[in-house]
């Protein structure tokens, strides 16, 4: 099997580079979390669709953080329930933290989902996880249409000519996650 | 030998078997300022200062690679903050790392400035007076504090550089393997490595301020500095074009001369890329800057050039290869960047011309900037003749032929910095909507990554400039030329303002083209915060991107807004170099306006920046090593910057954490007591995702505990309304900066006292519309905060 190629294709971190999965099984992923994050960033408001996805997990009860101006969207979609604005930077200083008390107050994350970020910024931020936030473990996955080496997991990168077939796999891990 | 006396000029080559004894000169130095406690920190001197710093804004890390291969043990992999072979972890090795890009950014400008200052006492002697004019008494800031030193004439940086270069090498020492293992203080080695840069940078403008006359406080400079056309659409492509590349201005300088010297002003052009051109435009009346870093492959490849003459920093290191792709000779001039060519610093003008011209020699080195002018512009006039004919431009032809062939296998997405959508772009152009194409030529950083990896050979760069021309032709923008110093006599008029807050904030948009979202967001950046009556100092690669858009009156910002150091100014401080000038408009603030000693006495003024002095610099396409140095030369100085997304991958940030209350206790120095402050400012160095992200960062980054509720009532005014404005929301922290209702915003005070009393559950007596509990401090007029327990005037 050929190597998977970053979406930055000198993006290569070293030995520890994430996998590729299909929907489900990161859905699946995801349903394993005891606390996990929804981590957005500003290119979810490039469509809709990314938005309601977004707003449908934070449904199931994953608190969001809003970063870059990606709030803007949930408070147009007059969504803000479990939605606060954190700087993506600000906050993975915080994540790596173990005694940082989370957006609620509770407590840090055992796991975070990285959505519609622009790519070099959360590829730098999810590096910070993996490489710091180590005990206890974060464990980070992107559901963004590019290939993430340094999440555990994340999809394989979708040209935009596969943009339909990109909404159908976020679809699909929508209902998998429980 | 009589003792030297003072004002005595003897040169030494007039004296055999003389020793000079210094004892006099130490007693004039004297006569300006007693000397602080820090004159010529080294490695150690300044580690209390950056500790404090670093305890509070902790230094974070997101690895650009996990690895280390910097000696014979690796690689070794370092993930999981692993150990290598020589016992470093992966956090003091990107410390390390982060002191090596210091390294590389200040050796940059100081090796600048040391070539810069041999070359000019070769043409103007050493006693060249360093003389601002009326306005400008405290000439050299940084080298007051940092040196202990007041130059009288540019010979005095010898010493200086003499002190930054035995620095530079004692920190390089410290990278090697089995050296220093501590993350912590390879922070504070790079904040000592910033500090040196920042000293480089003044030391460099200075130099070329007083021996080229760029503006300073005499007629005609500070806010009257003329305008200079800024654009690819700017230049006159019928006359013969020089095209001058780079930091180091003596070369361009002297083309400048030559076609003075020979009634040519307007017979040839003389346009700039990047900060060559920012100090030509300094020194030349008629020169034209083409374009910011950016555009310096397009600018090439598009052909304007018929001569290309480089110097130092920032230019392509395939530059030879792209002047011979469009028939421009080749002329380099500094040695530190020779491309393999032969120096022909002694040979023949002529001669040197005729092998140009005839193609015998694809580029010359010239090492002599004095001889450079001669060349360039006999060549350039010649080339001239030559490449007429010559359209390097697509033809429509060829435009449709490549847009139709590509098969939108989207390799160059995956290659492209910014991951732009190429195929798609191509797509739809060959379908008969040019639009999405033209519109990447802005979003391109011109990397040229991409073309290489098509397997179509699709020139894409070409593709897109078609796709772009009729834009680009029409880009015609007007920028201030870089008026250098800020004045003693505008600070004595805004230090007050903004030390109390009534002036919100300076915000300092500097550094490289590696944007995001294209050059649009530097305009936005300076619009915003010019309307809101912060004060705006540009330089470097931004300075040039901002003048590129225009406003619906057709008005740049430097058209638009004064240049006064005042409320709404626009000031393009100069080239990269020149962004010291910032750093010293802050360290006069606190010299001039508050009167704190300045010589050698880096802690306390910095501290009193930190803690007094809103600024907030802005390096939104921050790219090179230069640029690290340079933000964490700022950094030291207690000036918070926001980079980029693109700026994540410098790997380290200096992030505070307003949930830790501890990291928040400073000093009140009137009395020694400890006071729990409000996070101002939050951060001292933090990456954006967007533009509409960094505004309301930016404005919340200029909060001070010094504020006056006058003050802080109108930062929080914009803090809250650019919010509002771009991310459509309250922020989640305004509160954290409200001490007193008095705090608030005037129009919104009820509103928002009410939300206090809702969402945060404050206690408002609402009779006397009042916050009785809730903040994490009050408001006193008379708190006087330092991080410096020396600075206690009398222990409680
Ligand atoms: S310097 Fe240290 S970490 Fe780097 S390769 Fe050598 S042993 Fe490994
Ligand atoms: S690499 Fe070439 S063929 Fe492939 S999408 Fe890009 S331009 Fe088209
Ligand atoms: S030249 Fe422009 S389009 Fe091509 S890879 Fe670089 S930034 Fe992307």
């Known amino acids: 099997m050929g190597m998977e190629i970053p979406f930055d294709v000198a993006n290569i971190p070293g030995p520890e580079m994430g996998e590729v999965a299909p929907p489900e099984v990161i859905g699946n992923y995801i349903s394993s979390a005891k606390r996990p994050l929804l981590v957005v960033g500003s290119e979810i408001l490039r469509d809709d669709f990314f938005l309601e996805t977004a707003i449908e997990i934070g449904k199931k009860g994953i608190p969001i953080a809003a970063t870059g101006h990606s709030i803007r969207g949930f408070v147009e979609k007059g969504y803000t329930e479990n939605v606060s604005y954190y700087n993506l930077h600000e906050l993975t200083n915080c994540l790596r933290d173990p005694s940082w008390k989370g957006l609620d107050g509770k407590g840090n994350y055992d796991f975070v989902i990285f959505f519609g970020i622009v790519y070099y910024y959360a590829s730098q931020m999810l590096s910070c996880i993996k490489n710091f936030a180590i005990d206890p473990l974060i464990r980070a996955v992107s559901i963004d249409r590019y290939y993430h080496p340094q999440a555990r997991m994340s999809f394989t990168n979708i040209s935009p000519k596969m943009e339909e077939g990109y909404k159908d796999m976020l679809n699909r891990l929508v209902s998998s996650v429980k | ?108 400008h100081c090796g600048h400035g040391r070539h810069l200052l041999h070359d000019m006492i070769k ?197 030879l290869e792209l002047c011979q792709r469009v028939h421009s000779p080749l002329i380099v001039t500094n040695d530190k960047a020779m491309h393999g060519l032969v120096d ?60 139709n062939d590509c098969i939108q296998c989207g390799n160059c997405t995956l290659a492209c910095p910014n991951g732009l959508r190429i195929g798609e772009a191509n797509q739809s152009a060959a379908s008969g909507t040019i639009e999405p194409l033209a519109n990447l030529f802005d979003l391109c950083v011109g990397c040229g990554r991409c073309e290489q990896v098509c397997k179509k050979h699709i020139p894409i760069i070409d593709v897109i400039t078609k796709a772009a021309y009729p834009q680009i032709k029409e880009e015609k923008g007007r920028m201030r030329i870089g008026r250098g110093p800020v004045w003693d006599s505008e600070i004595r008029d805004v230090g007050a303002p903004i030390v109390l807050g009534t002036i919100p904030g300076i915000i300092a948009p500097i550094g490289c083209g590696n944007y995001p979202n294209g050059t649009k967001d530097a305009w936005l950046i300076v619009k915003e915060f010019a309307e809101r009556n912060y004060i705006i100092t540009l330089t470097g690669c931004m300075a040039i991107d901002a003048a590129l858009w225009k406003d619906e009156e057709g008005k740049t910002v430097y058209e638009q807004h004064h240049g006064r150091f005042d409320a709404g100014g626009v000031l393009n ?145 914009h803090y809250i309304d650019l919010n509002l404005k771009y991310l459509n929301a309250y922020p989640p922290d305004w509160h954290l900066f409200v001490r007193t209702a008095t705090d608030l915003p005037i129009a919104k005070k009820a509103e928002l006292l009410k939300k206090l009393e809702d969402e945060q559950g404050w206690e408002i007596d609402w009779k006397m519309k009042k916050i009785k509990e809730g903040p994490i401090r009050g408001y006193d007029p008379s708190f006087n905060p330092t991080n410096l327990k020396r600075l206690i005037r009398e222990k409680k």
């Open chain 2, 573 to 717: 401080i100069g080239s990269c170099v020149s962004n010291a000038h910032i750093h010293d408009a802050a360290i006069k603030v606190a010299s001039i306006f508050a009167g704190r000693p300045l010589r050698g006495n880096y802690e306390e003024i910095a501290d009193y920046i930190l803690s007094r002095v809103g600024a907030c610099g802005v390096a939104w396409g921050a790219m090179s090593q230069k640029a690290a140095s340079i933000a964490t030369g700022f950094n030291r100085l207690g000036v918070p910057a926001v980079v980029g997304p693109h700026g994540a991958k410098y790997r380290r940030a200096f992030l505070g954490r307003p949930d830790l209350k501890e990291d928040w206790k400073i000093i009140d120095a009137t009395d020694g007591s400890e006071v729990y402050v409000e996070p101002g400012p939050q951060d001292l160095l933090v990456a954006c995702e967007t533009v509409e992200e960094a505004l309301p960062m930016m404005a919340k980054l200029c909060f001070r505990p010094s504020d006056t509720d006058r003050g802080r009532s109108i930062k929080l005014t």
């Open chain 2, 344 to 403: 022909r610093t002694d040979d023949d003008a002529d001669k040197i011309v005729d092998d140009l011209v005839s193609g015998r020699v694809p580029g010359v080195v010239i090492l002599d900037p004095e001889q450079v002018g001669e060349v360039a512009v006999k060549t350039v006039i010649q080339m001239d003749k030559k490449r007429k004919g010559l359209n390097l431009i697509l033809s429509d032809e060829e435009f449709t032929y490549y847009v």
């Open chain 2, 1 to 108: 030998m009589e003792a030297l006396k003072k004002g005595r000029i003897f040169t030494i080559s007039d004296l055999q078997n003389v020793r000079i004894s210094i004892g006099e000169i130490v007693e004039e130095e004297r006569e300006w300022e007693p000397m602080g406690p820090t004159p010529m920190p080294s490695i150690s001197t300044l580690r209390g200062w950056d500790f404090t710093l670093l305890n509070r804004y902790k230094p974070f890390y997101a690895p650009f690679c996990d690895m280390c291969c910097l000696c014979t043990y690796g690689k070794c992999d370092l993930s999981g903050n692993k150990k290598g072979a020589c016992g470093i972890r992966m956090d003091a090795q990107h410390g390390r790392i982060v002191l090596l890009a210091c390294l590389v950014g200040c050796s940059a």
């Open chain 2, 123 to 319: 043409k103007f002697g050493g006693d060249v007076p360093i003389d601002f004019g009326p306005e400008v008494d405290v000439e050299a800031p940084l080298t007051r504090l940092v040196c202990g030193i007041k130059p009288k004439t540019i010979r005095d940086y010898e010493k200086v550089f003499d002190y930054i270069e035995e620095q530079i090498v004692q920190l390089a020492d410290a990278l090697h393997t089995g050296q220093e293992g501590s993350y912590m203080d390879f922070e504070s080695k790079a904040l000592h490595m910033g500090m040196l840069d920042s000293l480089s940078k003044e030391a460099a403008d200075i130099i070329q301020i007083a021996c080229y006359g760029m503006p300073t406080s005499y007629e005609g400079g500070g806010p009257d500095v003329p305008l200079v056309d800024v654009g690819i659409g700017t230049i006159d492509m019928t006359k013969p074009v020089v095209l001058v590349i780079g930091h180091n201005v003596p070369p361009a300088a002297d083309i400048g001369d030559y076609l003075t010297e020979n009634g040519l002003e307007d017979k040839v052009e003389l346009a700039g890329i990047c900060c060559t051109s920012i100090d030509t435009a300094r020194v030349y009346k008629k020169a034209k800057i083409a374009a910011a870093l950016g555009r310096q492959l397009r600018v090439i490849r598009m052909g304007i050039a018929d001569v290309i003459v480089v110097d130092e920093q920032c230019i392509r290191a395939d530059i």
